[in-house]
């Protein structure tokens, strides 16, 4: 597994440019709370850390996985942000539902991403256990929320050099 020789929350901030005057949506799902509040808190930290302002982070929740599709959808729309960083966390149960979730949810974050014109950073945990879903969210194998700021950073680097 590809985690275990990564540890989530590691990169060279040095080839990270300065998130200084870039906006950034987070959409954070509400349902496992504790691991998406800590994944959205990492997040939150890495982009503070790297040179965006607090007034340039916006935090907004949504009810499950599947409503991030919506709620970064909305952010686009609204053209306040440089990137969005959608975040959730589904634990496979007993019913097929955890397929279908982490499936549509992948589907429409990915549509989203390749028909916006900003990037739309896709941080949905999809994992067999609350331990797995521990381990990434600031536990063993550090903090998938710092790997999307990173990522959403970069992002934006990216494209604002497209345009130049």
């Known amino acids: 597994m590809a985690t275990a020789l990564h540890n989530l929350s ?3 901030s ?17 349902w496992n709370s504790e ?23 916006c935090v ?8 991030l599709i919506y709620g970064a959808a909305r952010m686009v729309k609204s053209q306040r942000f440089d990137a969005v960083i959608a975040i959730g ?9 955890f397929d ?3 499936q549509g949810t992948t ?10 014109q900003i990037p739309v950073v896709y941080g949905l945990l999809t994992c067999n256990d609350m331990e797995q879903a521990e381990m990434r969210s600031g536990g063993m194998l550090g903090n998938k929320g710092d790997e999307c700021a990173i990522t959403a ?10 345009k130049a």
């Open 14 to 30: 040095e080839c990270v440019p300065s998130a200084e005057g870039m906006h950034f949506g987070i959409v954070v799902s509400e």
């Open 107 to 116: 589907q429409g974050l990915a549509s989203l991403n390749k028909d916006a």
């Open 89 to 97: 966390c589904v634990i496979r149960g007993d019913t097929p539902h």
């Open 10 to 12: 590691d990169y060279n």
């Open 153 to 162: 950073i970069k992002m934006v680097d990216f494209a604002r050099h497209m």
């Open 35 to 57: 691991i998406t509040e800590a994944l959205a808190n990492g997040a939150h930290d890495t982009l503070i850390k790297n040179g965006a302002r607090e007034e340039d982070v």
């Open 60 to 67: 907004m929740t949504v009810p499950g996985s599947f409503e």
């Open 100 to 102: 279908y979730i982490c």
